[in-house]
């Protein structure tokens, strides 16, 4: 396929959404880090970090996704030995080792795993020869999606865990799951909620406790929750300003440049920039939905449907989060957010999208 045509049959719209929510968060990271604080270096970082994810998504969106396909054995055997050895070695960052050093970087190997789960759901749904999921294919790649699952919830990181299960999820609806095994479903996850209590960490359990009530621990446990709505009911309408959010910038607010980045968001910029940044994501998420309902196959399709569902769980758990209507997880905001992983692998996953555009037109 010729570079012009390449270059030309991109998904422009996905790309400039794309780059203008990063630019939000750029200006967000640099307004709650500025400063004698020890993220006042993040903003230009993050700058970097896109710069290298667009580089990331060129090369991505070059590589035939049939043949990324072809290598899924390879990936998911290489993510599951990375996750191994983050849970063996891995950098220890409050409580949870979730990094790994890597040629004098850091990185979170779980965030490029989800682009493994992807590729895997897409291969094994796209090779089925009915119009729907069998109980025997639901519970093989359901197994083949626990094992990393299990290995990024022991680490432990509980919110990028059900990320991945997303995936899952949103692939088998699309293939066609019988209504009957999707109540059976429901009705064991029901009954196991009890069992899993006892295995989560118990400031998992705390936070379960206090995110509708965070006054009963408004110091521990509820603490983020009551900064995060106090800065999110500062903001009003218009928000009181770039650099100007008081609970940002008096350092009220913890992780104003990371998971809690929407609050101090919401703060500075009010009802009428939520309501911008969340169009900017919706406007995302239905061009990334466009190119699934335009893809030349069946994994095309759910790749890029893949890549839908996750963003719009990590959307969906991080905005409710922050606004007290879920409980609190370690899941950073997709572009907004300050992280190399994430934003490289986010990236990543728009160049997969890409690739599956560019491959009608190649006959």
């Known amino acids: 396929m010729a570079r012009y045509r390449s270059f030309r ?17 750029v200006l967000q ?20 970090y896109i710069l290298v994810g667009l580089g990331l998504m060129w090369l991505t969106t070059s590589v035939d996704y049939h043949t990324l396909l072809g290598q899924v054995p390879i ?18 960052v409050f409580h949870a080792r979730r990094w790994i050093h890597v040629f004098g970087m850091s990185f979170q190997i779980s965030e490029f795993v989800k682009l493994v789960i992807i590729l895997m759901v897409a291969r094994y749904l796209s090779e089925l020869k009915s119009d729907e999921v069998s109980p025997r294919d639901l519970l093989k790649l359901g197994g083949l999606v626990a094992v990393p699952v299990a290995l990024v919830y ?46 989560i960490k118990d400031y998992q359990r705390a936070r379960f406790l206090t995110f509708r009530d965070p006054s009963l ?11 995060s709505k106090i800065a999110i009911g500062h903001g009003g309408i218009w928000g009181a300003g770039l650099t100007k959010g008081t609970q940002t910038q008096l350092r009220f607010l913890p992780a104003a440049h990371n998971d809690l ?21 919706f406007l995302l998420l239905m061009q990334i939905v466009q190119n699934a309902q335009t893809a030349p196959d069946r994994a095309g399709m759910y790749i890029c449907m893949g890549v839908a569902a996750l963003l719009l769980c990590h959307l969906l758990v991080n905005v409710g989060m922050v606004a007290g209507d879920m409980p609190l997880t370690g899941i950073p905001l997709p572009l907004m957010s300050a992280g190399g992983s994430i934003t490289m692998s986010v990236f990543v996953m728009l160049g997969l999208v890409n690739n599956v555009r560019l491959r009608r037109f190649v006959s």
């Open 29 to 48: 990271i640099y307004s709650a880090t500025h400063g004698d604080t020890p993220w006042r270096n993040a903003w230009w970082k993050q700058i970097i």
């Open 9 to 25: 049959d991109l998904d422009w719209p996905l790309l400039i959404i794309s780059l203008i929510i990063s630019t939000l968060g």
């Open 261 to 281: 980045i929407f609050s101090g968001f919401a703060e500075e910029h009010g009802f009428v920039g939520v309501v911008v940044a969340l169009g900017l994501y």
């Open 75 to 92: 990936l998911y055997t290489l993510s599951v030995i990375g996750l191994i050895a983050t849970v063996a070695v891995g950098n220890v």
């Open 217 to 227: 621990d408004p110091r521990g446990a509820g603490y983020q929750v009551i900064q």
């Open 154 to 199: 022991y680490q432990p990181d509980l919110g990028t865990a059900v990320t991945c299960v997303s995936v899952l999820a949103a692939g088998i609806l699309l293939a066609g799951l019988r209504w009957q095994y999707i109540a059976a479903i429901a009705l064991v996850c029901a009954l196991a909620m009890p069992v899993g209590w006892y295995f």
